[in-house]
């Protein structure tokens, strides 16, 4: 199983390949996007201006539409066993985290990407701060670990869907 380690605030760049299962993009590649989505801007808003990743939504939703893919973003306010998952190419979770400096933790939250992949019919956890994919199980097993992610209130859902399906295939029919 692929799976790109956090380097750096890479986290965007690593979700991108984990859900490909390969390396798909660059760090080149995502800094190009962020100049096409603000090509006069001195400091660019879609990336850290030090060069360190930190990539925004802007930056994954262009990167997945390159490859045929929808970013949809998922209101929490929907149940998530309406979700077709058989329809839904991955799922990408951005939340808060604390980061460490020496083992300690640093008193701020920064914001973190992450994606989760069905691999031979099981659902893994590849946040490229894990040392390895986190298996997490079935459907239900998945529904159960996304439900208490979003218990945070900050934490938003995002689905990768192929846009050669047609409109909300991604969501069961009532």
């Known amino acids: 199983m692929y799976h790109e380690r956090q380097s750096l605030q ?19 590649e995502l800094d190009d996007i962020c100049y096409s989505l603000n090509p006069d801007a001195t400091i660019n808003p879609h990336k850290s201006m030090f060069g360190l990743g930190n990539y925004d939504v802007n930056v994954l939703t262009v990167a997945l539409q390159l490859k045929d893919y929808e ?19 991955g799922i990408v979770l951005n939340k808060f985290y604390k980061p460490k400096c ?9 914001r973190h990407w992450l994606a989760i992949q069905k691999v031979d019919e099981s659902f893994y956890n590849l946040d490229s701060k894990l040392d390895v994919p986190k298996y997490i199980g079935n459907e239900d097993d998945l529904i159960k ?10 934490t938003q859902l995002f689905l990768v869907v192929s846009n050669s399906l047609p409109k909300d295939s ?3 029919m009532s």
Request: charged content about 25%.
């Open 170 to 172: 991604w969501m069961k």
């Open 145 to 154: 670990f996304l439900r208490s992610e979003l218990e945070v209130t900050a």
């Open 71 to 89: 970013f949809i973003w998922f209101d929490k306010r929907i149940d998530l066993t309406s979700l077709d998952l058989t329809n839904i190419y």
């Open 102 to 110: 020496l083992g300690l933790e640093i008193p701020i939250k920064r």
């Open 10 to 28: 890479f986290c965007a760049l690593h979700v991108l390949n984990n859900l490909f299962q390969e390396r798909v993009f660059s760090k080149q």
